[in-house]
Structure formats: C-alpha cells, structure tokens
C-alpha cells in the first residue's frame, strides 16, 4: 500500500542519507562456519581478529555436546519468564558456579548483557540518585542510567571523577565503571573506585564484559584481580557472550541484591528465560574457563608478543595489556580505508567509528584469542605494517 501523502513520515530516507554522507555506513558481513581465527567471510577466507572469543570457547565441542544433551533433556525454549515457570534447575546451578566464581553470595541469570546493566542500575538508582559514569562507559551502562531517572555525572579519570566527589552535595547515588574498557582495552582502577565509592557512601556497579575468564585468579575478572569480591555496596555484572563463548549474562551480589532484582527488575521480571540447554553449554564453558589456565597463559603470550613486535614497527597502538588492542587510525574514511586494505590482505579486523568512540578516534579494534596461532599474529603485523604511514 502506498500513500502519497505520508510518503516518508519518519524521515528516514534524510536520516540513511545522513549516515552515509558521514561515511558512518555499517553493514553486516555474513560469516559462514563457527567463530574461529579462521572463517570464511562471504566466501573469501579470513585470519579474524574480530570476535570476543577471548578463550577460543565459542566453538569447543564440550559446549556443543552439553547443549545437545540439554536439548534432549528440556526441549529447545525455556517457554516462559523465570517467574512464570520458565526457570529449571539449569539456570539454577549454571547461578550457583557463577557465584561461586566470582565469590558472591549468589547470581542472577539475564538474557543479556544489556538488559543485565538496565536491571542493576535501575533498581539501584531512580530519581533523585546521581549516577558517577566514566565515559567510556558501555552504550548499555549509558542507556540504563537515562531510563533510571538518574542524574548524570560523566567523568574521564578517576583523578576527575576524584574532583568531581569531593564537589558533590550529599545524597544517594553510584559509580558506574566497565571493568576493561570496550573500545581501548585498558582496565578500570577497580580498587580506587571501590575505595572512593565506600568513602562517600555511593555504591560500585562493575560492568566486567571484556574481564570475566581472560583477568584475575581463574579469570574471575577485574574485581577478583584487585582482591575485592562483590558485596554489599558493589554489584559485577559478567556477560556470557563473549570469552565464555555463548550468550547471556548475570549480575552477582549480595543475596539482598539478587532478591531485590527478581523482586522489582523489570528485564529481568518481563523476559523469557534463556533456553536451559544454554545454560548447561555455559555451565560447561564456567568449569573450562576456571580449570584451563593455559588459555589465559597463551593468550598473555600472545598479547606480550604483539605489542612488543607492533612497537618494533612504530604502530600507534593504545596502552592496553588485555586482549583487546586497537589501533588508532582517525577519520571515518581512514578507518573505513585501513580495514578495507587488511581484508584485501586476507585478516578480519574491527572497523569501529562514532558513535561507538569519539569523533576522530576512528580505530581498528584488534582482539586476540588463546585459539590464535603465532603464525596467525605474525600476518596480522605484516598487515599492519603495510598500511599507510605504518597505520598512523
Ligand atoms: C558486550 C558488552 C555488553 C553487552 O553484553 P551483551 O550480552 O552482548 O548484551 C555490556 N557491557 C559491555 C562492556 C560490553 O562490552
């Protein structure tokens, strides 16, 4: 049906002509097969330096075989809200090794890392908080503080977020931080953050997407790493898609913490469970990513031997010692160029523009696995090395 009056009322075609004019086009590449250091992207085989398998999990037959089981067992869909009969002992036990990891007294299974950070900060926030967001913080972290009402306090260090503090009127309110930083790799200074927080009585949210299983004794994440476990006044959230390989997340805390969010969160409450053959496969991928400690090893070696090598050749890497190693590049197009020429060179790399990272810090987000062979790094600074200006 057409109707020449309301022809585009959204204006959509002004805003796609927009986002094309600023060379901020994004279009989804389709991969064939698993996740792995090798794929094959719309038939050209690719060396991938893309994904956040930071373990190489997300393939391991182990989970495959566990999902298959749990499917036999409980069927494809979980068919409800864990409130309304959807929650089986699956969940329940995959909740109890997540807790046990992390050493909180209990955790909470969401179906995403998203709607895991909208929980936590809404139901510790509202009107009248003031929520201390670094702002680097993840585009989730930032939507859940404006659907919480709360007033907005952005910082860029904690020197500045120190400041900031020590200006502030009493009243309740949080600090906001991602345990490793998406877009630059570095790690949050967990333990100053913790200690400031207790200082002025606010609470501490860690968001440990890119930590959990790669940073910390059993790869527990950045709090465990700083000798710190959640607790009163500071709540983790892990995600599961990412170096565990499948999909979810959970927010661990006080036991206080986890009844408030079954209680009163609403994505948790309003939500299908995930299926429980999923939480049985991440369940298996717990146990692998806290028993396999040369996982975390090789991907150090790793991480150690690209930035040695990738400073050998005067790339202009960002200080960053986890998995994630961006490559500042600059303008949209550069960005778009520099990418362009490495697949042309056979290696998948991250092309990351605003609004995901501030206007003129266009970079190639780089990320290494423990599933990545030396070899595999060696043609990635080849590559790199053979881009413009060194990449610079
Ligand atoms: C990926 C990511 C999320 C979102 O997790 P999903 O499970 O993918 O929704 C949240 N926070 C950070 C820092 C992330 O990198």
Redesign the pocket.
Known sequence: MTNPLYDDPFDLHTRLCDVRQRDAWRRRARRDGPVSPHVCVEGKPLVSFIS?DYLGLAGDARLVEAWIQGAHTYGIGAGASHLLGGHTPAHEALEESLADWVGAQRALLFS??????LAVVTALSGRGFTVYENRR??A??IDAVTLAHARRVRYRDSGDLERRLAARLPGRGLIVT?????MDGDVAPVALLARLAHAQNLGLIV?D??ALGVIGPAGAGTLAAAHLSPCAGIAL?G????ALGV???FVAGTADLIETLIQTARPYVYTTAVPPALALATAAAVRIAREEEFRRTRLRQHIAFFRSEAARLGLRLVPSDTAIQPLLIGGNRATMAAAEQLRQAGLLVGAVRPPTVPAGQGRLRITLSAAHETADIERLLEGLAALPAGGS
Do not use: C, E
């Open positions: 956040n995403t890392g998203y709607m895991a950070n913080n993840h989730s972290l991602d345990g490793v930083f998406s968001d997407a890119h959230v995600t599961l898609g990412k999909l979810g997340a």
